[in-house]
């Protein structure tokens, strides 16, 4: 039986210029059915708000308030790590919003399955008509082919009543990734989910996984893709749990967001990051990529997605380059974020 002990929680928020927001996750923290044993606020900027009124808003977890010399998701989220002083990680992106039994349900799950070292409840985000949404529609047969021939990532229900045999064989795959590295979601049944690839913005994590320093430091500011190095050091068997029934809300905060194209093109540069490594088959991977990427351009265009198109074609430029501005960057000897930038 699980004790307190073993179970301890730090929540860890890195924040910049967003005191709405982090007032609002903090008080949605203070009323977790379960509390967290203490909160780790990691400010980069200089315009959070007044850190007493956290601390009332907090209570009565234990807060504590670290300036960040540098702007960097990344940087701060490892900050926060060090700072801790329990067994588990709670990752909160100034902008969630976890319901009242999220961590609750959360260590539940880690009772009930020993092996697993990430969990997180389904993302949910708001859709244009106002609903709450966490898994997306399977998308058209037509979508579902071209994922399929440049391994897209993909996102759908595994309700395959009525489909096609091509809908209904790519429904079947499963949890995995795509032969191009992108995530690969179609198996949604169950009360657990296990996937390899996934946002870790509202995630619980055994600190005994992340090791030191698991966020690499040379990504962009807004650390777009930084769940990829991460997730991708889970052990693959059991990868990161999606516990259906732990709700949180995304609010994307609009402020300090780069834009959808340009966080489009920095996630395909982690990505390709990410595979460059010493490991066996990365040519094989890259050229799979660079694949994935074309296919993005040319469904991009016929859309008349025309900023997009460019940023897929900027970043097949650079994969067929070698001209990765996070790999040049280290081999330059470079610390710190990398501003990625893309003619958009």
């Keep these: 039986m699980s004790t307190r002990a073993d179970t301890g929680v730090t929540v860890v928020v890195p924040t910049y210029n967003r005191p709405t927001s982090l007032a609002r996750l903090l008080r949605a923290l ?16 200089r315009n959070s708000g007044d850190s007493t009124e956290w601390r009332r808003l907090a209570y009565p977890i234990s807060l504590r308030y670290v300036r960040a010399n540098v702007r ?7 900050l926060g790590i060090r700072m801790a002083g329990t067994p ?62 440049f391994f897209h990532p993909v996102f759908a229900c595994s309700d395959s009543d009525g489909l096609g045999p091509i809908r ?24 657990v989910i296990r996937v390899r690839s996934y946002g870790l913005g509202a995630a619980v994590v055994r600190r005994s996984w992340l090791g030191a320093d698991p966020f690499d430091e040379i990504l962009d500011p807004s650390g777009v893709g930084d769940n990829y190095g991460v997730a991708l050091s889970f052990p693959a068997s059991e990868g990161i749990h999606l516990v259906r029934d732990a709700v949180v809300r995304h609010h994307r905060e609009p402020s ?34 660079a694949w994935s990427v074309l296919g993005s351009w040319a469904q991009q265009r016929m859309r008349g997605e025309r900023a997009k198109a460019q940023a897929s074609l900027h970043a097949l430029w650079r994969i067929v380059r070698g001209s990765n501005p996070y790999l040049t960057a280290i081999r330059r000897g470079h610390r710190g974020p990398v501003e990625l930038t893309a003619p958009l």
């Excluded at 985000?125 to 529609?137: K, L």
């Design 30 to 45: 203070s009323a977790q059915h379960t509390p967290p044993d203490e909160i780790v606020i990691v400010d980069a900027g």
């Design 72 to 78: 960097s998701v990344c940087v701060q989220r490892n």
């Design 256 to 289: 300090n967001r780069p834009s959808e194209n340009l966080a489009y093109f920095r996630r395909i540069m982690a990505l390709h990051y990410f595979q460059s490594g010493p490991k066996k088959g990365r040519i094989v991977r890259q050229m799979t990529l």
């Design 88 to 149: 588990l990680i709670w990752f909160c992106d100034d902008d969630v919003e976890p319901a009242g039994d999220y961590l609750t349900r959360i260590l539940r799950h880690f009772a009930d399955h020993r092996l697993c070292g990430a969990a997180t409840g389904l993302i949910s985000e708001r859709t244009p008509g106002g609903q709450w949404v966490s898994i997306p529609r399977a998308p058209s047969t037509a979508a579902m082919v071209w994922a399929t021939v």
């Design 168 to 191: 209904r064989r790519l429904l079947t795959k499963g949890n995995g990734l795509t032969a191009a590295g992108w995530p690969l979601l179609t198996d949604f049944s169950g009360t």
